[in-house]
């Protein structure tokens, strides 16, 4: 167990529609890692946090949105979703801004747009 | 600009037989290195990382790469397999050019025969 927890675990939902995933970070831990998951596209960066300031954006969609709050979690925000959205959304975190530290993985939430 | 080529995508082993999971990357500048592991329905376990210290990495579950900076590789390797090291393993880099934003392997798929 990393520490991290996501929720929920399973989203099922409609073209069109807007989800939120959400992620507790490790106790202690100021940065929250965003990732996106999929099989066409691998594992691939999509926004980092750093005590609830935008720190570095990947390849995130405009249809997309994060935020992380005072108590350091985090949400990710998917508007308009799409089928190709489908995937395994991974949050991390890792106590400083930057350098080679650990980035701890949550266990993912499953996104499944039908 | 960095990435990283996991020469494999898939590894068939025979339980008690050698690992080895192959990585070359490239980075402009000093990179660290991660592999990591994902179980089934699971998130990513960090399994050991090189941050410019010793080249022989040693991690959990007797697990080890070695960084080679002429050869720009980071195998894995394991002595012997175990039919828990049934997985999918992915080989990360990161650098500080980059802001330290992890960059992924495809991935290899290790199966363990009995």
């Known amino acids: 167990d990393s520490g991290v927890t996501q929720t929920p675990k399973h989203l099922i939902t409609a073209t069109g529609q807007r989800v939120t995933l959400r992620c507790s970070p490790r106790s202690g831990d100021l940065s929250v890692y965003w990732y996106q998951q999929s099989l066409d596209q691998g594992l691939q960066f999509l926004i980092q946090y750093y005590n609830g300031e935008e720190r570095a954006k990947g390849n995130i969609l405009e249809r997309f949105s994060a935020q992380q709050f005072p108590d350091l979690h985090s949400e990710l925000n998917l508007s308009s979703l799409e089928l190709g959205d489908s995937a395994l959304y991974f949050c991390?975190?890792?106590?400083?801004?930057?350098?080679?530290?650990?980035?701890?993985f949550g266990p993912g939430t499953r996104l499944t747009v039908l | 600009a960095q990435s990283v080529t996991q020469l494999d995508s898939h590894v068939s082993v025979s339980e008690g037989t050698p690992v080895l999971l192959r990585c070359n990357y490239s980075?402009?500048?000093?990179?660290?290195l991660f592999w990591y592991v994902q179980h089934p329905n699971k998130g990513l376990q960090l399994l050991l990382k090189y941050t410019s210290a010793a080249t022989l990495v040693k991690g959990i579950n007797g697990f080890e790469a070695e960084f080679k900076k002429s050869e720009t590789s980071f195998h894995l390797t394991k002595p012997s397999a175990h039919m828990s090291d049934a997985a999918e393993y992915f080989c990360v880099v990161s650098a500080y050019l980059n802001d330290y934003k992890l960059s992924f392997g495809a991935g290899t798929t290790v199966t363990v025969r009995a």
């Open positions: 980075s402009s500048y000093s990179p660290s």
């Open positions: 991390a975190s890792s106590p400083v801004a930057g350098g080679p530290d650990t980035q701890y």
